[in-house]
């Protein structure tokens, strides 16, 4: 069945409406129908009892589907390039997306840059279509939930044209709840305006740990009750845009320095100091009426002493989350593939293990096929009921009909086109980024610069690989948008570890500036980077330094006179600095994290709230 683009328009052909209900037995007409309001959300709380109805004449086959979430490669349902169907034939056993369908029924497809799924926004568009088409074509044949993580900051999987917000810590430097829920109303919307449903962000994890390799500057900050008024906010947005947001990981990966994707981490909090550190935020989202929740695949005795990973964990799942704090909605796992949840069973026992904790959705599991044939068998052997299944699968529908997927799961390029990318949501974002620079150092008031005695600046520093969907790198972002400021910026990259040859290159060029802007990311103690920053000073030539990820770098400067912090280095972040430094726009970030010293990590260097003013 090929995809719905018509090509010749630009458009996408959208099946009628009463196609959509008939292909779905009715049950759109049914829960359409209802005039009850969910208290949370404010959406239709559909009759159960159509669902109900839904799920008793499904197969069991059909039920195990629906609780997959699986990614697939390419930029169409039904016709990929040959590269991605051979990797779909190689990790999955189909070609295709709507093969894919055909033979696991699953619920759910996950999109990713990597896997080719998001091209541009009529492309996506395309695909969604062609997804819900494949879907609803086949006997019972139902909509697709589709989903990514598009987090905003360091972690987005639909890149520009759409718009691109601050990450979460950046948010919290921000600190306003009025920027967090316009930043998931106007995202909710673009990614609705595509056929994705449900967004794997905010996390909601609290960034206790300073070296934190997995969270991060994904977190909003070290503050709990910060972070849950942040949490809350940004669901609200989201959910008024009709679009599913997840709060991620439970029950909180803040305070680790190991990463789940590579080994399973453990959390040593107490039972208390989970209350008070990591709950906050979990406890806020599900006020706000989360539609889901993920897990992580961390240890925390404390909480589980059998020391299962969370994701596997019965008294996590279902005697914390649902039992405790009152949740109802979807659970949905981390990706099974992370080696975290895979360290202590095999692959088999894994989604069985995690169905019978009180996990709803099993996301991304290594081979679809072994997982599949688990869950399957385990019904079959008595191990898992069917009732418990449906339990499931009911949620899973409740989610789907409350998005308005069985009303009309199809997008269109008119609609792409009012919606993605707007003039009005790009300034948005500007602003909201504005208010996110924070100025740690300011020593003499170097900054702002000016234009008549600074005018001709280099820019040096780290080019990380840019994230999703930005155009970096940033020495580059930062050079060109100084320009436009009316300076002379020429952009010289010297990179994440700089050479000897690096650094004398840079130290050579920053004599002939009158002011250097160096962009730092993830300075150590050890980083030759360190090493460009000192060297640069010894010029006597006026040092700006960007801390383009963790604002922790700036502990490891001791003797720049300036400082900044955007907590990423994406464009729409780089571009406020860039303001900032030009004395456009002031900065009013504050530090969302405390940051001690390099040389005394029990000695406070600046605490959550610092940021200098002009």
Not at 127 to 148: D, E, F, H, W
Request: proline share 6%; hydrophobic share 40%.
């Amino acid at each position: 069945m090929p995809d719905s683009s018509t090509g010749s328009t630009g458009s996408t052909a959208r099946p009628s409406r009463r196609t959509v209900l008939a292909a779905t037995a009715g049950v759109g007409t049914a829960l359409a129908a209802g005039g009850a309001v969910h208290a949370a959300t404010g959406r239709p709380a559909h009759d159960d009892r159509s669902l109900r109805a839904l799920v008793s004449r499904m197969t069991l086959e059909e039920k195990v589907g629906q609780l997959f979430v699986m990614r697939v490669y390419g930029h169409s349902a039904t016709d990929p390039d040959q590269a991605d169907v051979d990797a779909n034939l190689k990790e999955i056993g189909v070609r295709t997306a709507a093969e894919l369908l055909a033979r696991y029924r699953v619920g759910g497809i996950i999109y990713f840059a990597w896997a080719h799924n998001t091209r541009d926004p009529h492309q996506i568009a395309d695909l969604s279509n062609g997804i819900q088409k494949a879907s609803l074509g086949l006997p019972r044949g139902l909509p697709v939930l589709i989903s990514t993580d598009q987090e905003h900051g360091i972690v987005a999987r639909v890149g520009e044209p759409a718009t691109l917000f601050p990450g979460a810590m950046a948010v919290g430097a921000g600190g306003s709840r009025s920027d967090a829920r316009t930043l998931g109303r106007i995202a909710g919307r673009e990614l609705r305006a595509l056929g994705i449903r449900q967004n794997y962000s905010p996390v909601a994890d609290v960034n206790v740990d300073p070296a934190n390799p997995v969270i991060g500057v994904r977190s909003f900050g070290s503050d709990p009750e910060a972070v849950a008024d942040l949490v809350a906010a940004e669901v609200e947005g989201y959910e008024s845009s009709r679009v599913a947001s997840t709060a991620k990981h439970f029950p909180g990966h803040g305070d680790t320095v190991t990463d789940s994707h590579a080994e399973l981490p453990y959390i040593h909090h107490t039972r208390e100091q989970w209350e008070e550190l990591d709950a906050p935020p979990f406890r806020a989202a599900v006020a706000a009426g989360i539609d889901s929740i993920m897990t992580a695949h961390i240890v925390v005795p404390a909480l589980d002493a059998s020391e299962d990973p969370a994701t596997l964990s019965r008294p996590i799942l279902t005697g914390i989350l649902r039992e405790e704090l009152g949740y109802d909605g979807v659970v949905v796992t981390d990706s099974l593939g992370m080696e975290g949840v895979r360290t202590k069973y095999g692959d088999d026992r894994v989604p069985v293990l995690a169905l019978k904790a009180g996990v709803d959705q099993l996301l991304n599991p290594p081979s679809l096929d072994v997982a599949w044939n688990a869950v399957l068998n385990a019904v079959r052997d008595g191990e898992l009921t069917e009732d418990r299944l449906d339990e499931s699968v009911l949620r899973v529908l409740r989610l789907k009909a409350g998005l308005g997927l069985f009303e009309d799961p199809y997008v269109s390029h008119a609609g792409v086109d009012r919606t993605v990318g707007t003039r009005a949501h790009l300034a948005a974002a500007d602003r909201i980024a504005e208010r996110t620079t924070t100025l740690l150092v300011n020593e003499g008031g170097l900054l702002p610069l000016s234009r008549r005695r600074q005018r001709k600046l280099l820019v040096v520093g780290a080019d990380p690989a840019s994230p999703s969907g930005t155009t970096g790198p940033p020495t580059g972002v930062l050079a060109d948008a100084l320009t436009e400021l009316g300076f002379t910026a020429t952009a010289l990259s010297t990179g994440t570890a700089p050479s000897a040859a690096a650094i004398a290159g840079a130290v050579e060029a920053a004599r002939d500036a009158d002011a250097v802007v160096v962009g730092t990311y993830n300075v150590t103690a050890a980083s030759s980077q360190k090493t460009l920053v000192e060297r640069l000073l010894e010029t006597g030539t006026p040092v700006v330094a960007v801390a383009v990820r963790n604002p922790y770098d700036v502990a490891h400067l001791p003797g720049v006179p300036a400082c900044l912090a955007t907590y990423s280095w994406t464009d729409v972040e780089l571009r406020a600095a860039a303001r900032v430094i030009a004395g456009k726009v002031r900065p009013r970030g504050t530090l969302p994290v405390p940051v001690q010293r390099a040389d005394d990590p029990a000695t406070m260097l600046y605490p959550v709230g610092h940021g200098l003013r002009y």
